[in-house]
């Protein structure tokens, strides 16, 4: 009755369990790799006074194995979505050296750079220059507008407020959420890139700006032999 019991306990429900074991045996992570399986393993060893230190130090164990998938994930994500950003500026500001006059960078910024960076408006100002026939993106600006937008800073990445985007974005100005400003210079004149999302969450405080100041450089390069000096 014995073997007979010990028996009924190694093939219950037709599994083999010395098979089991001999797996385990050569490849623990089988059951360390499992979080889950191992908190359940450990089970509540306690008893009174009694503590199973073995037990809390596996429970331990399986809270920072989880804490670290959960990094890893995270950490996966972000640096996907980091590659996607750089493809994005990358693809805009190969579309804007391809240009090769300012009215194909307005047509370009209104089409090709904006649908590249994901934006429902693209904007170049130039403080005092003479505005192109027919320009939708590349548009004149009065003298001390970028320091007006931007004080004595380089940038702004936030929320857009509704009279500044209807003076920047025009007819599509109440529907920009949020928006991103850089500040440019060329030959002696400044500027502003302001690219405009309807998504409030597009561009938030915080967020970086190595790319959109990058892209900017590329802009102030590109335009500098069709801007009069200042």
């Not at 240009?99 to 649908?115: F, K, M, N, T």
């Not at 320009?135 to 320091?147: H, S």
């Not at 850089?182 to 409030?200: I, S």
Request: glycine content about 10%.
């Amino acid at each position: 009755m014995m073997g007979l019991a010990k028996r009924e306990r190694t093939t219950h429900a037709g599994i083999d369990a010395s098979a089991i074991r001999a797996a385990v045996m050569a490849d623990p992570a089988l059951i360390t790799g499992d979080a889950e399986l191992l908190a359940r393993l450990a089970g509540d060893a306690s008893d009174g006074n009694i503590v199973d230190l073995g037990a809390r130090a596996r429970m331990a164990l399986c809270s920072e194995n989880q804490r670290l998938k959960s990094e890893m994930r995270e950490f996966a994500a972000a640096a996907r979505a980091n590659l996607a950003v750089q493809a994005q500026a990358h693809m805009a500001v190969l579309a804007v050296m391809e240009v090769e006059s300012l009215a194909a960078l307005d047509r370009a910024l209104s089409g090709r750079i904006a649908g590249a960076l994901g934006v429902d408006a693209a904007r170049v100002f130039i403080e005092g220059q003479a505005q192109p026939a027919n320009a939708r993106a590349v548009l004149a600006a009065a003298p001390g507008m970028a320091e007006k937008l931007l004080g004595e800073g380089a940038e702004y990445v936030g929320e857009a407020a509704p009279a500044t985007a209807a003076a920047l974005y025009g007819p599509q100005g109440p529907r920009i959420a949020s928006h991103a400003l850089v500040r440019l210079y060329v030959r002696g004149r400044e500027g502003v890139l302001a690219l405009g999302a309807r998504d409030a969450h597009a561009f938030q405080p915080g967020q970086g700006t190595e790319l959109l100041n990058f892209l900017a450089r590329a802009i102030e390069r590109r335009i500098a032999a069709w801007i009069d000096p200042a």
